[in-house]
Each structure stands twice: as structure tokens, then as C-alpha cells.
């Protein structure tokens, strides 16, 4: 069983940087594919980005170039450093983790999920 805490969110206006933490129990979180998700008012969940074991990333159009994925497995945590931020960035963010060797930006390819932090930005 794995449990994750996230961290870092809050209000900032467009442009402006937030980093979200996601801190992991468990003793083999190196083991551990992780990522992003966020949902928006009145929208699906949608991936945003993730890292593997081996620290491979991936990130989805709509933040590409913006926001970085990072991990510290001596810290059992992951990063979401978010710059250039927009009002479309709004949304609740979730920390999530898998047993894995890969990339996965499915919302089934998720056994774990924390509870997620709010992100909003305005104009």
C-alpha cells in the first residue's frame, strides 16, 4: 500500500510559478512509476505528466515546455515545477504512482492516488 500526500498548491496570477510536491510512504518508491493528473470544474480527469522508475518523462501538449516532472527517491518524492502558469491551469492536481517500468498516462494505469491540491490561477 502506498500513500501520497501532495503539497504546493495555492493562488498565483498568469505567469507566475508553483511547485507541487507529492511526498510517498513506502520503502521501494524508486521502484514506483509516478505522475500528475488535474481536473478541472466540470471536466474529466486529464494526465499531465509522469516519471518513471528510471526517471523517463513525459508530458502532455498542454504543458510541454511549461511544467518539468521531478523525484528525489532519497526523499520519497516527486515534483511538478510549474511555470508560466495560465487560468487554464486551474485545476485540482493529482499525485499518482504505480508499480512499473514505464511511462503510463491512462487514468486506469493508476493504483495509487493522493487527494489532491488545488491550483488556481488568475488573469
Known amino acids: 500500500q502506498v500513500q501520497l500526500v501532495e503539497s504546493g498548491g495555492g493562488s498565483v496570477q498568469a505567469g507566475g510559478s508553483l511547485r507541487l510536491s507529492c511526498a510517498a510512504s513506502?520503502?521501494?518508491?524508486?521502484?514506483?512509476?509516478m505522475g500528475w493528473f488535474r481536473q478541472a470544474p466540470g471536466k474529466e480527469r486529464e494526465f499531465v505528466a509522469a516519471?518513471?522508475?528510471?526517471?523517463?518523462?513525459y508530458y502532455s501538449n498542454s504543458v510541454k515546455g511549461r511544467f518539468t516532472i521531478s523525484r528525489d527517491n532519497a526523499k520519497n518524492t516527486v515534483y511538478l515545477q510549474m511555470n508560466s502558469l495560465k487560468p487554464e491551469d486551474t485545476a485540482v492536481y493529482f499525485c499518482?504512482?504505480?508499480?512499473?517500468?514505464?511511462?503510463?498516462?491512462?487514468?486506469?494505469?493508476?493504483?495509487?492516488w493522493g487527494q489532491g491540491t488545488q491550483v488556481t490561477v488568475s488573469s
Open positions: 499518482v504512482a504505480r508499480v512499473g517500468a514505464g511511462i503510463y498516462v491512462r487514468l486506469d494505469d493508476y493504483r495509487y
Open positions: 513506502g520503502r521501494t518508491f524508486s521502484s514506483y512509476d
Open positions: 516519471i518513471s522508475g528510471r526517471t523517463s518523462t
